[in-house]
């Protein structure tokens, strides 16, 4: 058995050369079966595919020594950008406007370009970023594991709130901020093995389920469900084959809530086609929706497992997943309808993140409209909420070239601020907490970068406010703690951790 010491020096990216090897092996294989079906189309999807496998089986060893926040932003990228495109091809939707169509190879040179720059962007950020081998453990106290009880309180009555006003945007989004603090604190307690994380997680998400069922909209709860993913396979280390195994029943799942929250959707339109649901779904909660939602999951998870689908709910869970079809409006509409924003929407982002929406009047609202109209040609019209996505809005104001450094650049920034939450996670754990909250509109590639950039600073200025009243928790993050020895890792599974008292972590 190897601990880190031992391999640390011989490790680049957190992997030692023969697992690199192993990986890329193993990558150019799927890529090559890949490019079978897709060497007519574009060498690029074959170049996406070696990239989604080589960065699913990177995950499986780094998330032993971070939070995979950069593998799950670049496997978001490739689907959203690149592979379900790719399945619209085979199987393009009803309605024409959204299919890419013949233009598949013009657009995948940029839209599968921005993916691989993407990732060189986290790649860059996380090179030579190692943990302390000497690593000491961070002691808890029933004083944290109550301020966290504290902090879940505190974001049930904000989540209330958050409904009440939703129709002030400016306070709305600092209630959904509050609301959030629900899953920092199960993932808190989660990471120091706090008594009780377990069906408190458990309540947590089985709200978000009926939350989502009583709106009709599962997006939330998806990407919840992913943090959860990510903080389990780094806390408790599972088998390669079992973060591999959730990962192909999360494949499996995808079309068959797709089409369920579609079921959901029309079951609410034929109730009561006027009503107007709001994102959080608590204007009712509905317990008879959400089991409905679990029926219609259930019957479409089983036409999925036995490959009884129709054309048409392919072709609509390809356009569903898929952000490439405005991508490749907005190359198509720029420069030739308006002109390059040429940096103009990422300074309005940067100084809406700073200031609050009364100091600044020009503050863009939610949902993309406006740029939408601007960049792509498309009015949206009703409730329907769509935007450029970082790699649409980098075109849009820097053109081709200019918007695959600016996609790095984007990376880049995020992994600068990822890379300071590691150097003190690897101290202190309870940091991994922060990074779903703060990075949680991050990690989507169809919202715009001022949605990433007011959640992220936002979230930041919060945190910071809730460390200057909750002192146990600020110790947690901030207190020097005494070296101890480093934790043992094997090749394949981490050692059986030992019992230790309550609030008790070891990094890795």
């Not at 996670?425 to 919202?447: C, G, N, Q, R, T």
């Not at 406010?465 to 020097?480: D, M, T, V, W, Y």
Request: aromatic letters at 12%; charged letters at 15%.
């Amino acid at each position: 058995m190897q601990t880190l010491d031992d391999t640390a020096s011989r490790r680049f990216l957190f992997l030692q050369g023969w697992e690199w090897s192993r990986a890329i092996g193993i990558s150019a294989a799927v890529a090559g079966l890949a490019a079978i079906y897709s060497y007519d189309i574009s060498i690029w999807i074959s170049v996406t595919v070696f990239l989604t496998a080589l960065t699913l089986i990177h995950m499986t060893t780094a998330s032993r020594f971070i939070l995979p926040l950069p593998h799950v932003a670049i496997l978001m990228a490739a689907l959203q950008y690149v592979l379900a495109a790719w399945l619209s091809y085979y199987w393009p939707p009803t309605n024409p406007e959204y299919d890419i169509g013949g233009r598949l190879p013009v657009y995948l040179s940029y839209g599968a370009a921005s993916v691989v720059a993407l990732a060189i962007g986290w790649m860059a950020v996380l090179i030579k970023l190692h943990p302390k081998r000497t690593a000491p453990e961070t002691h808890s106290s029933p004083r944290l594991l109550l301020e966290l009880d504290l902090l879940l309180g505190i974001s049930i009555v904000a989540t209330f709130f958050a409904v009440l006003l939703e129709r002030v945007e400016s306070l709305a989004f600092v209630f959904v901020l509050l609301s959030n603090l629900r899953y920092l604190s199960v993932y808190a307690r989660m990471l120091v093995r706090g008594r009780g994380w377990a069906w408190r997680l458990g309540m947590v998400l089985g709200a978000e389920v009926l939350f989502a069922a009583g709106a009709g909209m599962l997006h939330t709860l998806l990407l919840w469900s992913l943090w959860t993913f990510a903080i389990w396979i780094y806390r408790f280390t599972p088998p390669r084959r079992a973060v591999l195994a959730v990962v192909v029943a999360a494949v499996v799942f995808l079309p068959a809530l797709q089409e369920s929250k579609w079921q959901l959707r029309q079951d609410a339109r034929d109730t009561d086609p006027t009503s107007d649901a709001d994102q959080t779904g608590l204007k009712e909660l509905p317990v008879g929706k959400a089991v409905t939602w679990v029926l219609y999951l259930a019957d479409d998870l089983k036409q999925t497992v036995t490959l009884s689908i129709e054309r048409d709910f392919i072709a609509d869970i390809s356009v569903r997943y898929n952000q490439g079809w405005i991508i490749n409006r907005i190359m198509a509409w720029v420069p030739e309808e308006t002109p390059y924003a040429a940096g103009a929407t990422i300074k309005e982002a940067v100084i809406a993140s700073i200031f609050p929406r009364f100091a600044f009047q020009g503050k863009a609202m939610a949902g993309g409209r406006e740029n939408m109209l601007r960049y792509a040609g498309m009015e949206m019209v009703g409730n329907t909420s769509m935007n450029l996505g970082y790699a649409g809005e980098m075109y849009a104001n820097f053109g081709h070239v200019g918007g695959l450094i600016g996609c790095t650049l984007y990376a880049v920034a995020l992994g600068l601020l990822f890379r300071v939450i590691c150097r003190r996670a690897f101290i202190h754990p309870l940091w991994w907490s922060l990074v779903p909250y703060i990075f949680f509109a991050a990690v989507k590639a169809e919202d715009g970068i001022d949605l990433v950039a007011n959640w992220s600073v936002k979230s930041c200025v919060l945190l910071f406010g809730i460390s200057l009243i909750f002192p146990a928790f600020r110790q947690a993050l901030f207190s020097r703690a005494l070296d101890q020895p480093s934790q043992s890792l094997g090749d394949e599974i981490a050692e059986e951790e030992p019992s230790l008292p309550e609030g008790v972590v070891i990094p890795r």
